[in-house]
């Protein structure tokens, strides 16, 4: 069979575009939202919590339509997704109101420190305000699979994390890690990006940001499952060497693997774009190339 096309890892042949042109003249009434439901039902396609790929696959009608392979039956609603307007008009975290009297002290005399996974909490504007008032980066809202940390030590918050999807694309990680392209797309679900870190500026405890990072890599892989249904086996990040040292990325037993080409996934040239990272690594897992390059 002639493969059509290749759409996040599901190869599409012509076989598959006459099912789609089948299942959409068998349901004349329904919309691109049902019909996406009906072929990841009828394909098995589903995320590893269970749920339907469904966005996934209207992504994939979608292409299909545009080629001109399929027709799909015209829009009949727009979603206002707030994700999507991220100018101006976006309205900053509400600032949160903390206690900013400056806490100096040994790791010894705060333990223990209190780790709280606060999406979907309460407490979620709290870390997005944080975040959006320390850090250098400010907040930005995370897309796909993604979780907050807020540390609490003396019924204080002291520190926030958070962690995402990893990119596609990242070649001193991808030749660590030694996996095929096909392993990549397979299993890059498996990994967490850490996109902030934060210690909080009025905190001031000699080792606690490499203590936090090695409490998370024993919690990370718990609470993600329990979020969306599979572990994660290996943590990376950025660091700016023209910014920080990530002194506490080493002490905690991070690896520095390389540095970014600068370019970027959207470059669209070979010549850097963008300040070049270096690229550190943590394994969960001992066996973590032989899970992450199982096909």
Partial sequence: METVLSYRGRIVTDADVVFIRQLIADNPASSRRALSQKLCEAWNWRQANGALREMVCRGLMLMLHRAGHIELPPVRWVNQNPLARRGADRSKPIPALVDTTLLQSSLAAIRPLEFRQVRHTGEEPLF???????????????????????????????????????????????????????????????????????????IEVEHLASHILGRMAQLLSEDWERMYGHPVHYLETFVDPGRFRGTCYRAANWKVLGRTTGRGKDAPTKKPNRSIKEVLGYPLTQDFRQRLGEI
């Fill in 128 to 202: 997005n305000s944080l975040l959006d008032r320390y850090h250098y980066l400010g907040y930005a809202q995370p897309v796909g699979e993604h979780l907050k940390y807020l540390v609490y030590a003396l019924g204080r918050p002291i520190a926030c994390l958070a962690w995402s999807s990893a990119p596609r694309h990242l070649g001193p990680r991808d030749r660590f890690i030694g996996w095929s392209l096909e392993a990549r797309r397979k299993n890059i679900r498996f990994l967490a990006y850490n996109t902030r870190y934060l210690i909080l500026p009025f």
